[in-house]
């Protein structure tokens, strides 16, 4: 072979492990991106949930009944959320968070919301604590995961 069917061909050949390259780069990339803003998501909507849930305890004398349907529908996103997750992202699984997010569901509406009639420092304490640790595990996963 000369020399230059050695250099066109290294060419060729170097151009095409540098597109493959680049094509599953940038796919990891968009996707592990992707990933990222949906855990924020999640973490967002913990947040949200928590405030909402705290607000109805501390206030369970005066809360509206449309409170506790807000609450539910704040976990029913996040469960849908999960779920779809669970579906989209090989390494994550809701088996990984499903205790802390049973937990803090149980903080939030305290199965029924009639656990007690007054103000409970204690569950606003443990709703708190228990969103905290579903975001810990949730960027546990995501670190794991990219």
């Given at each position: 072979m000369?020399?230059y ?6 060419a060729?050949?170097g ?7 680049n ?15 949906r ?12 405030v909402?849930a705290c ?7 005066e809360?509206?009944?449309?409170d506790?349907q807000y609450?539910?529908?704040l ?19 809701t ?7 049973s ?20 569950r606003?304490?443990r709703?708190m ?6 975001k810990?595990?949730?960027m ?7």
């Amino acid at each position: 072979m000369s020399a230059y069917a050695i250099s066109v061909s290294s060419a060729i050949i170097g151009a095409v492990v540098a597109v493959i390259t680049n094509y599953w780069r940038t796919r990891y990339t968009v996707r592990s991106q992707d990933f990222s803003k949906r855990i924020e998501e999640l973490c967002k909507l913990i947040g949200e949930l928590e405030v909402a849930a705290c607000k109805f305890w501390a206030q369970k004398k005066e809360a509206e009944p449309h409170d506790k349907q807000y609450i539910l529908g704040l976990q029913a996103k996040l469960s849908l959320l999960t779920n779809y997750l669970d579906g989209q992202y090989r390494g994550f699984s809701t088996q990984i968070i499903s205790k802390p997010l049973s937990e803090f569901f149980d903080g939030c509406s305290g199965g029924d919301f009639d656990d007690c009639n007054f103000s409970d420092p204690q569950r606003i304490r443990r709703i708190m604590v228990d969103g905290e640790k579903l975001k810990i595990k949730l960027m546990e996963t995501r670190g794991g995961l990219y």
